[in-house]
């Protein structure tokens, strides 16, 4: 914390130090002479710094959080499997990691801009495992229309959800949960001792776009999941 | 009619349709094939990518409670705990005397300790169905019909092809 404080008084002074130099060199008077004009200096610049984070706010129309807990709840941590003879020991219940999505939409005008982008683009959320030992399954994979398979995980569609919030006006937050499991199959073989991260990611069209990142603000929290073998 | 048994797998990022083949087929609505013998050849060969396909435990336990309603009648419950014998016994004797109240109490038991279920073997319409949990049918027929039956027989239930549906309302 002490250090945070630290690191932030020594960019503003550098800051203003610029600042300082910059608005200097546009005149020929002498060093710390004109009080007037330092005042303005450093309450312009404060301004200005106050703005920029405004104007980030505003860039946000949409806040994606993704959150992510094993069933048996958050005071577990990661999700831990047992091996035995190939098969999973650890009964799918335990298995199952509740993935819940919170998008909340704020009143700005950047969503208009962002409706408009988003009309030809497929917006979708991708959990996979990293390194990709494991395959994750939906529940209810072939019913929820959200949901799609990938490779070894699955996507899940977020267009509609951004659509359904284009008819409303002002903010509003939709929560929806998507509950998974680490598949338990005889034609999966397992190392011997693995552990594999699960982060959500955002993807348009298949691959990461820099524009969206500007207007959707995305937050998503990782998964472990850890296989021993007895 | 014969024998068949087809192992079920999910196909990640492709629609579309394929032709008439003797060993696989690939359901037209939802993104699962049924392979009939899953040779790493003919994993090879099968023109779409497949993925292990486990059915989850809740279709088992709601398939047991609404057994009746589905208008089947299962035969065999086999449990992944051989210790748990005298619950599929419990089950089978509820079943005999109509007891529909004290198969879903059992089955919510199996539920709460987590025991889970290995296979399921069932009769629907004169015919023998058996699924295991890793996704492996047991279908009596022609093997132009299967993929069909696989859709549109209760075992659409289980799979997750299909939504359960509400208790006693199936008439309406």
């Known amino acids: 914390m002490k250090n945070q404080y630290l690191k932030l008084f020594l960019t503003q002074t550098f800051q203003f130090a610029i600042l300082y130099i910059i608005f200097h060199s546009t005149t020929n008077e002498p060093w710390f002479q004109n009080k007037v ?5 450093l309450l312009i610049s404060y301004t200005v710094f106050m703005i920029i984070p405004f104007f980030q706010w505003l860039l946000n129309p949409v806040t994606i959080k993704v959150k992510q807990e094993n069933k048996l709840g958050k005071a577990a941590g990661n999700t831990q499997i047992l091996l035995e003879n190939n098969a999973m020991k650890t009964p799918e219940s335990q298995r199952t ?6 998008i909340t939409r704020r009143r700005s005008i950047w969503w208009h801009i962002l409706m408009r982008n988003l009309k030809k683009k497929e917006v979708k959320i991708l959990i996979e495992p990293v390194p990709s030992d494991v395959y994750l399954q939906a529940k209810d994979i072939l019913t929820v229309r959200e949901i799609e398979a990938s490779t070894h995980g699955f996507f899940i569609e ?10 409303r006006t002002g903010s509003l937050t939709l929560s929806k949960s998507f509950p998974y499991f680490v598949v338990d199959h005889p034609d999966n073989s397992f190392p011997h001792n693995v552990s594999t991260s699960i982060q959500p990611l955002i993807i348009v069209n298949g691959k990461k776009n820099y524009l969206l990142s500007f207007l959707i603000k995305f937050i998503s929290e990782e998964h472990q999941v850890v296989l021993f073998k007895r | 009619m014969e024998n068949f048994v087809v192992h079920l797998y999910l196909t990640p990022n492709f629609s579309g349709s394929i032709p008439f083949n003797k060993r696989f087929f690939k359901l037209p609505s939802v993104p699962l094939a049924g392979l009939l013998k899953p040779t790493p050849a003919l994993k090879n060969e099968v023109p779409f990518e497949l993925r292990p396909f486990q059915i989850q435990q809740d279709n088992f336990y709601m398939f047991i409670q609404q057994s009746m309603n589905l208008n089947v009648t299962l035969i065999k419950i086999e449990l992944e705990d051989m210790s748990d014998f005298e619950i599929v016994q419990d089950i089978y004797q509820a079943f005999k005397s109509n007891n529909i109240q004290e198969v879903k109490l059992l089955v919510e038991h199996l539920k709460r300790e987590d025991i889970e279920v290995k296979s399921l073997s069932f009769y629907f319409e004169g015919r023998q169905y058996t699924v295991t949990k ?20 209760p075992l659409a239930y289980i799979t997750g092809t299909k939504v359960f549906p509400k208790e006693g309302l199936d008439n309406y």
Do not use: A, C, H
Request: glycine fraction near 4%; charge should be negative; proline fraction near 2%.
């Open chain 1, 37 to 41: 004009r330092d005042t303005i200096v």
């Open chain 2, 134 to 153: 890793y996704g492996v049918l047991e279908i009596t027929g022609e093997w132009i019909e299967i993929p069909q039956i696989t859709e549109s027989s």
């Open chain 1, 97 to 102: 990691i509740n993935l819940s999505i919170e």
């Open chain 1, 158 to 167: 977020v267009n509609q959800v951004l659509e359904d919030l284009n008819l």
